[in-house]
C-alpha cells in the first residue's frame, strides 16, 4: 500500500479546498441531506447541486437506505424530523456508520436537543436555519476534509503497523540463525 501525502490548503474567501491528492483526483464529499420539508430538501439540492455528491431523504427510513454502502462522508439532519427528533437519528446514525459526520440543522433548538446532539449523536457542526449557503458548504468541507486526514492518518498507522511486524520477524530470524 502506498501512502500519500494529502495538502489541505485554502482558497481564497476562506472557503476550504478539497483535499487531494497527487495520484487521485478530488473526492468530493458525500453528503446525506435530512429533512422532513420537501421545500428544503430542493432548496439545499439547488444549493449544492454539483459542489457534493448529494443525496436526500425525507425520514430516517429512507436515509437507512442512502447510507446502506458506509461511504456517506457527512449527514445533516434537521431537527424536525417526521415521527424522531434530529438529535436522536443522528445518534443512531453514529450508531450505525461512525465513520460519517454528523451535522443538525434547526430552525427550533432548544438547549437539550443542542446538548443531546453534541454528547450522545458527536455532531461535529450546528447549523442554524435560514442557513446562509457559504457557512454550509464551509462545515461540510471542513468535515470532509477531517474525515480524509482520519482515514489518511489510520492508513498510516496500519502501515507503520505491519512494516513493524515484519521488522520483528526479520529481527527474530537474525537472532534464531
Known sequence: MR????????????????????????KLPKVLFLDGSAANRSAFEDAFQGEFELSVAGGLDEAWELLADGT???VICDQMLPGIAGSEALRQVKQRHPRARRMLITAHADLQSLVD???????????????ETEKVRIAVLEAHATLLAEEAKDAYTMQLQESNRQLEFALRQRLLS
Open 72 to 74: 456517506m462522508d457527512v
Open 117 to 131: 446532539a453534541l454528547n450522545r449523536a458527536g455532531v461535529c457542526h450546528y447549523i442554524q436555519k435560514p442557513w
Open 3 to 26: 501512502i500519500t501525502r494529502t495538502n489541505f490548503t485554502s482558497i481564497p474567501m476562506g472557503t476550504p479546498k478539497l483535499p487531494t491528492s497527487a495520484n487521485s483526483a478530488v
